[in-house]
């Protein structure tokens, strides 16, 4: 076995690209010739704005030479649309490279990526060289400056700008992902505080948090009772110049502060629902229509939810009204300027204009999880933030022109919000709703049956990667047991209970339950005398049985698993499905499901 590692550097890519190279290279790697190089678990890869990293222990013979002839295309596998053409090479990528490191234990393997070959040297700051004589001597030299261990270089920053928060009687608010993304950026980072003109503390304190941290190298700072602070932190790198640095973002900040000021004020001169009519000069897919067309499927879309929800009235209107400005912000000169605004203006603005509060967190809360990874706290802002994405999302596979990395985190971001909202409405349910209402406000003649195939599909994939990462049994992982038709917010809940509880034979157990329940629920059920076998079981649930079992329902299967395993050989062996089977299979969803 051998010892392999690639580093290739680069001028400063984009942060918000650099994110998704990882995945995009090991995905590629895994299906290539290299996969037969090694084991997936000992594939190592680290992404920072300047360097790509891949290290590994391989097996085989010869590898130096099919590693030479493999390596130069490894960068490809990496998608994006805003990759470029640097100088006159082939190859297309978001940076110009300008240095490759590529070795198998001591030896350099040779690789050319357009003009630049690899040679046994690393950078620091992008010009610093230093010396490698072996992949051990790579990490032992670079560790000092990079930090290969993200937990380790993340709590190294926390300590830091917690020393100096302390220093001067503030807290800091920086998340988890926040220093994560410093610590990408900036490779051996310095701090120093600085200071935005106090005249700006009438601003809005979430304008004023939101602006600094539009800027990747600084973190707020609040005093204890969590009132912002005019004091932040800025991150740089050590061969800067602390001033220049320091000098540069209060200068910045202060523009910024000062011209949010003067539009937010020439903004919130009309109500928000004047800015609905605007939203007709707006696009965020051109295949989709404009945001004014968007709002239209929107509102069509939530009063179909809110029929499927059973909500309170007040709920429902103030879910309507939401829906109805739920985009009316972006049409305002501040979010046309300050995007990471969005949402917050218009919270602001109707606030300002005396409307339930409820209603402008809502409006802010569909554009949660987001980069600080927080969920919507109202069941109106979880319905905003589903149907949003989900009309996105079926409007793009509609159209067949789509970016499928973008309908993959689409989908995420939507699964997620269902299994932390809780809210008892399906999958199946949410794309017959949106295909329904895209029928209706058309955007063109499109396969329904094909689309929503596909919507089934690409759903339950990443369904069972979110179920695999919250360490559910692969036996529940299936497409036998899983359906669009599950209320996936309790079905997880079960599943991971299942998962941690449950030994093998009550796993057996439950997992023909729960393909049994599928079947059932997706099954035409024919007006037949119900089976002994039905009848069994349903006397099994009655209340005067399942009353007595105190919620220990895995234990109830246990000692009855007879009765349970003739009803599934029954329909195993090509048993119909009665309508008795429905109403059996809603009283068990309606008990422990």
């Keep these: 076995m051998s010892k392999f590692l690639m580093e290739v550097i680069t001028n ?3 942060v918000v690209i650099f994110q998704d190279i990882e995945e995009d290279i090991r995905e590629y790697l895994k299906s290539s010739d290299f996969e037969s190089f090694f084991k997936t678990e000992n594939l190592n890869i680290f992404v920072s704005q300047t360097r790509i990293v891949i290290w590994a222990d391989l097996f085989g013979d010869d590898l130096k030479d099919k590693l030479s002839e493999l390596l130069p295309s490894i960068l490809r596998g990496v998608e994006s649309p805003n990759q470029m053409r640097w100088d006159t090479g082939s190859i297309t990528f978001f940076s110009p490279i300008i240095n490759i490191l590529a070795l198998l234990d001591d030896e350099l393997i040779d690789v050319q990526i357009e003009d630049v070959r690899s040679k046994k040297v690393s950078l620091v700051n992008l010009c610093d060289e230093i010396e490698i004589d072996s992949v051990d001597d790579y990490f032992e030299k670079l560790d000092k400056y990079v930090g290969f ?18 220093s001067l009687g503030k807290k800091f608010t920086a998340n988890r992902d926040k220093l994560i993304k410093i610590a990408k950026i900036i490779e051996n980072p310095q701090f120093l505080s600085a200071n935005f003109d106090e005249k700006y503390y009438d601003l809005p304190e979430e304008f004023v948090f939101n602006i600094i941290n539009k800027y990747d190298a600084c973190i707020p700072l609040a005093f204890e009772d969590g009132k912002i602070s005019n004091s932040y932190i800025i991150a740089y790198n050590k061969n800067k110049k602390s001033e220049k640095i320091k000098s540069m973002y209060e200068n910045s900040l202060n523009y910024d502060l000062g011209l949010i000021e003067e539009v937010f004020e020439k903004d919130s001169a009309s109500e928000l629902k004047e800015y609905v009519p605007r939203l007709n000069w707006i ?14 499927r929107v509102k069509m879309f939530v009063e179909k939810v809110a029929d499927n929800l059973s909500l ?11 829906a109805d400005l739920m985009k009316a912000d972006l049409a305002t000169r501040t ?3 300050y995007p990471q605004l969005k949402g917050i203006v218009a919270k602001t603005m109707l606030e300002k204009e005396g409307y339930d509060s409820v209603i402008g967190e809502a409006i802010l809360e569909q554009y949660l999880p987001g980069s600080m990874n927080k969920m919507p706290e109202s069941s109106i802002g979880y319905i905003l933030a589903i149907v949003d994405r989900y009309d996105d999302i079926v409007g793009l596979i509609i159209s067949d022109d789509y970016n499928i990395r973008l309908v993959k985190n689409k989908i995420d971001e939507i699964l997620n919000l269902i299994i932390n909202s809780k809210l008892e409405i399906s999958v199946a349910t949410l794309t017959k709703i949106a295909l329904y209402v895209y029928t209706e406000e058309s955007i063109g003649a499109f396969d329904y049956n094909k689309v929503e195939s596909i919507l089934e599909d690409l759903f339950l994939q990443r369904y069972k990667n979110i179920l695999r990462n919250l360490g559910v049994k692969a036996e529940f992982v299936t497409d036998e047991i899983l359906s669009c ?32 329940r599928n079947l059932v629920m997706t099954s035409e059920s024919m007006d037949y005398e119900s089976s002994e076998e039905e009848r069994r079981v349903g006397e099994l649930v009655s209340d005067g049985v399942t009353n007595d079992i105190d919620g220990d329902f895995i234990s109830f299967l246990k000692n009855n698993k007879e009765v349970l395993q003739d009803l599934f050989d029954f329909y195993d062996n090509g048993g119909y499905v009665t309508d008795y089977s429905k109403k059996l299979q809603t009283e068990l969803k309606n008990r422990w499901f």
């Design 12 to 14: 400063p890519m984009d």
């Design 485 to 516: 038709d599950e209320y996936f917010g309790n079905l997880t809940e079960k599943l991971i209970e299942i998962s941690e509880t449950a030994d093998e034979e009550e796993a057996s157990l439950l997992k023909n339950l729960f393909r049994i």
């Design 312 to 322: 309170a009235k007040e709920m429902e209107e103030n879910l309507y009204l939401a």
């Design 149 to 166: 261990n993200e937990v380790d270089r993340m709590n190294k920053i926390r300590n830091q700008v917690s020393k100096i928060a302390a």
């Design 335 to 337: 979010v046309k300027k």
């Design 283 to 296: 696009s965020k897919y051109d295949q989709l229509g404009n945001l004014y067309d968007k709002t239209t």
